[in-house]
Every structure is written in structure tokens, then in C-alpha cells.
């Protein structure tokens, strides 16, 4: 059975950091892509950024590009998100997903297209 464990979640001021990671466990193939998604209290799931552990590409949703950064651990599937310039509207409980298929460009952001769900960790921004 497949698992996605988050962690690195918590409580910062507006400008500060964090820093999240995802590790699969329970799958040996390399998944299609990965990424973090978040909802906030009252809204939908959305996409922030996702990558192809193969051979990297991402995508990043506009809000947070140039402030976030998604890496991977080469040979495994786990993800990291290093998050700066952290501000209040970031703040939301923060979902790891994983794809075990190809992905059209129009779905990278579609939750419904990831297989795989963590269990959420909740990113608390005070201003």
C-alpha cells in the first residue's frame, strides 16, 4: 500500500520560512510526478507546484514562484518545498500528492488526477 508522509509543517511570521518534504513509501516505480497542493478553511484544494521526479521539470502556480521551490531527492520518490517570503495568504494545510501516470499539461493542477494523497501538514502564517 502506497503511503505519502509529509512533514515540516508550523506556525511562522509573514518573510519567515519553512520547509516541507514527502516521502513515499511502498512504491517501487519512479511516480509520473509529484507535488504539493493546499487548501485553506472554506476553499478548494489547489495546485502550488509540482515536478517530474525523472527529470525534474516543474511547474508553479503564479502565486508562489519566486518565493517556493520544489526539489527532489534524485533515485527516490520524495520531495522537498522550501518556502520563503512566507505571507498570510500561504497559510494552509499543505497535501503532498503523487501521479502513477503520465499527466496532460491542463491537469497539472487538477487534484483529481493525482493517485495518492498525504495526510497533510499545516502551514500557520501570522502577519
Known amino acids: 500500500q502506497v503511503q505519502l508522509v509529509e512533514s515540516g509543517g508550523g506556525s511562522v511570521q509573514a518573510g519567515g520560512s519553512l520547509r516541507l518534504s514527502c516521502a513515499a513509501d511502498?512504491?517501487?516505480?519512479?511516480?509520473?510526478?509529484m507535488g504539493w497542493f493546499r487548501q485553506a478553511p472554506g476553499k478548494e484544494r489547489e495546485g502550488v507546484v509540482v515536478i517530474s521526479p525523472s527529470d525534474g521539470n516543474t511547474v508553479y502556480a503564479d502565486s508562489v514562484k519566486g518565493r517556493f521551490t520544489i526539489s527532489r531527492h534524485n533515485g527516490k520518490n520524495t520531495i522537498y518545498l522550501q518556502m520563503n517570503s512566507l505571507k498570510p495568504e500561504d497559510t494552509a494545510m499543505y497535501y503532498c500528492a503523487a501521479a502513477h501516470n503520465e499527466i496532460y499539461s491542463s491537469d497539472y493542477f487538477s487534484p483529481t488526477t493525482y493517485n495518492y494523497w498525504g495526510q497533510g501538514t499545516q502551514v500557520t502564517v501570522s502577519s
Open positions: 511502498g512504491y517501487t516505480y519512479s511516480f509520473y510526478w
